[in-house]
């Protein structure tokens, strides 16, 4: 049949999670890994800060596990931070092997360990200031040398493809960006490692792939998911109008970047003991509110007391990015603002990846697998990603061979659907969504504002599912269908949680209930709560009669 292909895996997103679960896999399986751009451009190569092992001899496991539950806020799985903290030394070895350059140092086994926002030592190795970029390239070049994986370029999921009781995974509808087709892939197993869903807000730090595809297409086939409340917002963003929200890692912090109002004034301090070193959420919260009060646009991130040197060396590709918009770092403080950056929920799985749909994994920043709790500590990110990577191959590689091979599948219908004539229906969906999550599902919410977006987002929805079922899907289209359920999914979980913790943050529930044990918030497709009902009922009844 035409436009079918057929693998033991497929493995839909290509950064540091996908590429490393294929190449582990790929002595003895046929592996297609699709990209929704080119190869690279994923939300790993903008990584800059680094990943987190305990390395130094005065570190410990237990410090490392401590540091990531307080963090979480209490919403961290014990048993999953400890085997993550665990496995982290056999990722960087593996990173290592595959050519990956860590920037060394004298001490530490010989490589250099900066310190983030929640660490209480120094344990985040680090590729000067490109760790991302290090981790992408280098695994890439593996993958394309590799003769067992095939990568596709700019092809986007439509899709999931299940039998009919959605008992088991088959493969995936996927669209060809560039040709506009729409082919079958098979496998006996998928998994998803599609990164995080921050592009739903209208400043954020990731790239234009990081619309939630994944979870939206898990959500479709059945699969619970979990926390999408909880939406990390990085404190330091470079603030000017052709940055696009160039992030000023968190490790500019940590070698001694203090906080400003546009004044002068230190303000940290009066938020938390930590200071600028205390956890993202403290300190996006902190700068947010300084803004609001003193009624300005951004706040200032000063390390230009330090060494030209020593700036130079540590952060030569922000140096010279801000050099780019007229800022020297060396010589004056930079203005900077909040912007999305992590989506800690996700898609629910165990400590293999396991969705609840059999023959379905989902590793990185899809997956909610109970690491990050209410909270990201920083540089967890891209060691979970191989950790976990690892652990749902070491699944695989016991039981794929055992799996069927999917028959062939039904081709995708186009029959009853024609070409859009009306593209600015999406352009224009795509910034109302963009701009009311930013301004009502932000740093701070409130319950007003959350019931304002679930009746926009509805409304939306109902739109966008018209058009998705009249004209021929583009890239566009796939992004904002999975972009408006995901943000109703956001704003769901916030308006189930009555309390503020870690990420989410309320004015009606200003502080953090501990009269029980925390809950995470988990949402299911095929059997809503009675209080997601009642919630999605009164929105739309406010729509007809507002």
Known sequence: MKNQYQYDLLVIGAGAAGLSLALRLAQRFRIAVLAKGALQESSTLYAQGGISAVIDKEDSLESHIADTMKAGAGLCDETVVRYTVEHAREAINWLVDQGVEFTPGERNQGFHLTREGGHSHRRVLHAADSTGLAIETSLSEQARRHTNIDLFE??????????????????????????????????????????????????????????????????????????????????????????????????????????????????????????????????????????????????????????????????????????????????????????????????????????????????????????????????????????????????????????????????????????????????HNWDELRRFMWDYVGIVRSNKRLERALRRVLLLESEIAEYYGNFRVTNDLLELRNLVLVARLIILSALLRKESRGLHYTLDYPTRDDSQPPQNTVLDPRRPSEEVRRLIAHALQLQTHP
């Open 154 to 427: 700019y092809h986007n999921v439509i899709d999931l493809i299940t039998d009919d009781a959605k008992t088991r995974c088959l493969g995936a509808y996927v669209l060809d960006t560039r040709q506009q087709k729409v082919g079958v892939f098979r496998a006996r197993s998928v998994v998803l490692a599609t990164g995080g869903a921050s592009k739903v807000y209208l400043y954020t730090s990731n790239p234009d792939v990081s619309t939630g595809d994944g979870i939206a297409i898990a959500w479709r086939a059945g699969c619970r998911v979990a926390n999408m409340a909880f939406i990390q917002f990085h404190p330091t963003c470079l603030y000017h109008p052709k940055a696009k929200s160039f992030l000023i890692s968190e490790a500019v912090r940590g070698e001694g970047g203090k906080l400003l109002l546009p004044d002068g004034t230190p303000f940290m301090h009066k938020f938390d003991p930590r200071g600028e070193l205390a956890p993202r959420d403290i300190v996006a919260r902190a700068i947010d509110h300084e803004m609001k009060r003193v009624g300005a646009d951004y706040v200032l991130l000063d390390i230009s007391y330090k060494p030209a040197a020593f700036i130079k060396s540590h952060f030569p590709t922000i140096y010279q990015k801000c050099l780019e918009f007229g800022f020297d770092m060396t010589r004056e403080p930079l203005p900077v603002v909040p912007a999305a950056h992590y989506t800690c929920g996700g898609v629910v799985t165990d400590l293999r990846g396991r969705t609840d749909l059999p023959g379905l994994y989902a590793i990185g920043e899809v997956a909610h697998t109970g690491l990050h709790g209410a909270n990201r500590m920083a540089s967890n990110s891209l060691l979970e990603c191989v950790v976990f990577a690892f652990s749902a191959a070491r699944d695989l590689a016991a039981n794929l061979a055992s799996m069927p091979l999917p028959p062939a599948l039904p081709e995708w219908d186009e029959s009853r659907v024609t070409d859009s004539d009306e593209e600015v229906v999406v352009a």
